[in-house]
Structures are given as C-alpha cells and as structure tokens.
C-alpha cells in the first residue's frame, strides 16, 4: 500500500467518511475527534472518539443510538475492547432500540438456519446435524444434546454454546466470538480467521 502523502488525501478518502481516519501522520491516516464524530462508524457501530490513532467506543449512550443497537443488538460498551458488544437476551427485551428477533428452536432431523441481517437468537436442540449462520454479527447461537452442529458467525460478535453437543464446528471469520466448547477438546473446531476468540470448556 503507499503512504499518503497529504493531508487532503486523507480528508478526501473513505477511510475518513466511513472510520474516522482524517488526519495524516507519518504518511498514514489517523483518527480526529471531529472525523470519529461525523463518521458512518459513529453512526453505525457507537465508534465516536479519538483514542491511539484510531476510533472507538468509549460512551454506552453512543452504542444505544447507533444503528447496530437498532438491527444488531450491539447496545452494550464493552470497555475493554472499546467497541459496542451485543448485550444479554434478558437485557435486550428491556430495551425499545433493540431489535434483536427471536428465532424458533429447530428440532428437526436436520436444520439449516441462518440469520442474514444479524441480531438473531438462533437454536437448535436434539438433532442429527444442525447448520446456523450468522451475517453482520450480534447472535446467541445454542446447539443443545445434537450430534454435530456447524455455525459461522461472520464480521460480527456471537455468543456460542455448543458444550452439551457430540461435535462442534465453528467459523468465526473477520468476527469476535465467545464459545463454550465440549470438555473434549477433539470434539470442538474452531476457526477464527482474522477473527478473535475466546474459547472456554
């Protein structure tokens, strides 16, 4: 990639309009506390302020007025991280914004389930093979007593229990997902590409 060489390449670029990124430094566009506030990720995903060259989230009021709270459920700061994080199902009832949808357990021999706009409550429960997929992030995903299930959460953050499964496959691509696994270690795969994870047994 080349360096940028103004300042006005920055102010000029997506990553301003989208990330904040209005400022030039070293050849490299950085956050301004004026370009984190009129960008679309501001708007969107509750990332206002200026914080190490980048923008974040560091006020929960910015995550309820994003529109990833609104179609995503992702109400809740999370302070270490620094980004607005999906908050709990009991917690998501309670707020008007959120627009995290309920989707009915599957029990079928075989279920395909996937949620295409993100937010979505996806289960499956006492079945041979069970496929759920997330787009755009925000899900409570559970596979409860099946044989195998296989669930992809894609460029968002899920919440994942497969512990009380035979196997587990999961693909948390370009996304952060927490996943309770089976003790067995052999019994859970996790993919994360460009993703981060946290994986407890």
Known sequence: MTPTETEQDCL??????VEGLCAMKKGKCIATPQGCLRSRNCRDLGRCASHQD??????????????GCQSNALCRLDTKRSVCAPVSRTA???LPVCAKKEVQTCTKHQCFTDCRSGGCLLSCSNTNYCSLGCWDGGCEITCNTSKD????????HCDIDCAKVGFCKVNCEQGHCNIRCPKQKEHCEVKCPKGNCQITR
Do not use: P
């Not at 000029?12 to 309009?17: I, L, T, V």
């Not at 299930?149 to 460029?155: D, E, G, K, Y």
């Open 12 to 17: 000029s670029s997506q990553k301003c309009s």
């Open 149 to 156: 299930c296989a669930i992809s959460c894609q460029q968002g």
């Open 54 to 67: 980048k923008c974040v989230a560091v006020d929960e009021a910015d995550c309820l007025k994003s529109r």
């Open 92 to 94: 998501c009832a309670k």
